[in-house]
């Protein structure tokens, strides 16, 4: 059975950081894209970043570029994310994805992806 567990969700103060991460089970995903999404309460669930197979390339939302990292590692069958500067409206579940194709483009779309985690509820107080 494959699984996505993510971990690292917390409370933190705004300016603060924390460090998301995922590790799949049941399979690997070494060659295929990853991602994180995020749901805030009464929101859809929205796009955050996503990654290649081999992390070469990425793509972020705009209201997290530049504050945001998403990396993988392929040895442990796991991706991270980084959140720096987090602000009041990062404020979400947090959800880890991956997709079951094998394909160089990096999908933004929800609907792209195969496989969900259960979510690690992030909140940053102001």
């Known amino acids: 059975q494959v699984q996505l567990v993510e971990s690292g969700g917390g409370l933190v103060q705004a300016g603060g950081s924390l460090r998301l991460s995922c590790a799949a089970s049941?399979?690997?995903?070494?060659?295929?894209?990853m991602g994180w999404f995020r749901q805030a309460p009464g929101k859809e669930r929205e796009f955050v970043a996503a990654?290649?197979?081999?992390?070469?390339?990425?793509r972020y939302a705009d209201s997290v570029k530049g504050r945001f990292t998403i990396s993988r590692d392929n040895a442990k069958n796991t991706v991270d994310l980084q959140m720096n500067s987090l602000k009041p409206e990062d404020t979400a579940v947090y959800y880890c994805?991956?997709?079951?194709?094998?394909?160089?483009?990096?999908?933004?779309?929800?609907?792209?992806?195969?496989?969900w985690g259960q979510g690690t509820q992030v909140t940053v107080s102001s």
């Open positions: 990654i290649n197979w081999n992390g070469g390339y990425t």
């Open positions: 994805a991956a997709e079951n194709r094998t394909r160089a483009v990096v999908p933004t779309k929800l609907d792209a992806y195969d496989y």
């Open positions: 049941g399979r690997t995903f070494s060659s295929n894209p």
